[in-house]
């Protein structure tokens, strides 16, 4: 099995958390809204790969004034791929608490929609098991 360590940015604005809508043919939560963030690559410091993952799924416009680590977490999921194939993967999630000075979000092919929500709505939403269980450990859920 595969391991990969993930970084995943919690973007606050405003009082609102950002969140992403997955396509619904790939990933490893198809459809279900969740937080951005992607695997590290050989050589990358965290931040670093934080900061790549930001730029590449939410466009590079969206500054990000604060980024602070928060926790980790752990687990084994299954990825699907545009093409269909499935993979079994141990993720390590790295997570970061972060703050946008803008919503300026361009975001990819990765996600279908994007929503800055508050807290108290969260609940609202289809949201994926890691990020029900990261928000539950924040208290927002």
């Given at each position: 099995m595969r391991q990969r360590v993930i970084v995943c940015p919690i973007i606050e604005n405003e009082g609102e958390v950002l969140?992403?809508?997955?396509?619904n043919d790939r990933g490893v939560f198809p459809g279900q809204w969740a937080l951005s963030g992607?695997?590290?690559e050989p050589g990358e410091q965290m931040e670093e790969a934080l900061q790549r993952e930001i730029r590449e799924?939410?466009?590079?416009?969206?500054?990000?004034?604060?980024?602070?680590?928060?926790?980790?977490?752990?687990d084994v999921r299954v990825k699907?791929?545009?093409?269909?194939?499935?993979?079994e993967?141990?993720?390590i999630y790295l997570l970061f608490d972060c703050v946008s000075a803008n919503r300026h979000v361009t975001f990819n092919e990765e996600f279908q929609?994007?929503?800055?929500?508050?807290?108290?709505?969260?609940?609202?939403y289809d949201l994926n098991e890691a990020t029900r269980i990261?928000?539950?450990k924040k208290g927002w859920i």
């Open positions: 969140l992403c809508k997955m396509a992607g695997g590290m799924e939410l466009g590079a416009e969206l500054q990000i004034s604060s980024i602070k680590p928060w926790t980790f977490a752990d699907t791929y545009a093409d269909g194939a499935k993979e993967i141990y993720m929609e994007v929503a800055w929500v508050k807290p108290a709505e969260l609940g609202n990261t928000f539950s």
